[in-house]
């Protein structure tokens, strides 16, 4: 596509409940990216890929969270038994090789009630 | 631990205005520094990547210049209009960004 696409664009989730974020990267990049973004703060990297390999989970806050890409490809994250401090929005990025140009989606903004 | 912080967290000047938002960071070993704009409610817009070899790039109305000795980076903004209203967000690193907390940016018509 034209574009890292993610969704879904909005997710409200009760507390301890699942959920699971997409992202299609541009077509072609390698590079894939997962960020989480509180409100009035910059981003903080939770992990990274290259082709399928996670390279770096050094990033994610908790073992209730887990990401994968198994195709090189479309990448999900997911958070088991979410709880309110879940709550951002969470960015997916994609680049042609670590380190050029990353070009974001719109994220998804996760709230947890 | 690289800290990136911009300075300051919100701006507002007169359409028209040439300006200069700031951005420092603690260890110069950098990579990569890139600058994006955030619109609200919407994704991370990239805007100028100045790699560690490099002192500045241009983009139209855009300049981002780096210091790596001093640990600075300065995005020079010309001739602002209102549609340049947005949050400006430094980042540096390689794969794995490390991110100023941004510049509120408001363009007065």
């Known amino acids: 596509g034209a574009g890292v696409s993610q969704s879904p664009r909005y997710k409200v989730a009760k507390r301890g409940q699942d959920v699971a974020l997409r992202c299609d990267p541009i077509?072609?990049?390698?590079?894939l990216f997962w960020y989480q973004q509180a409100l009035g703060q910059g981003p903080e990297f939770l992990t990274y890929?290259?082709?399928?390999?996670?390279?770096?989970k050094s990033g994610l806050p908790s073992d209730r969270f887990f990401a994968e890409r198994p195709e090189g490809s479309v990448s999900t994250l997911k958070i088991q038994r979410t709880q309110q401090e879940d709550s951002a929005v969470y960015l997916c990025?994609?680049?042609?090789?670590?380190?050029?140009?990353?070009?974001f989606g719109q994220g998804t903004r996760l709230t947890v009630v | 631990k690289q800290e990136v912080t911009q300075i300051p967290a919100a701006l507002s000047v007169p359409e028209g205005e040439n300006l200069v938002l700031n951005c420092s960071f603690t260890?110069?070993?950098?990579?990569?520094l890139q600058w994006f704009r955030q619109d609200p409610g919407k994704g991370l817009t990239s805007l100028l990547l100045?790699?560690?070899s490099q002192r500045e790039q241009t983009s139209g109305r855009l300049n981002a210049s780096l210091d790596k000795s001093s640990g600075r980076s300065t995005l020079y903004i010309a001739a602002s209009q209102p549609g340049d209203s947005a949050t400006y967000l430094c980042?540096?690193?390689?794969?794995?960004?490390?991110w100023g907390a941004g510049t509120k940016l408001i363009i007065k018509p």
């Open positions: 990025a994609s680049s042609f090789s670590g380190n050029t140009e990353a070009f």
């Open positions: 077509s072609g990049h390698v590079s």
């Open positions: 890929f290259q082709n399928e390999a996670q390279l770096d």
């Open positions: 260890d110069s070993a950098i990579y990569n």
């Open positions: 100045i790699q560690s």
């Open positions: 980042a540096v690193g390689n794969y794995q960004l490390i």
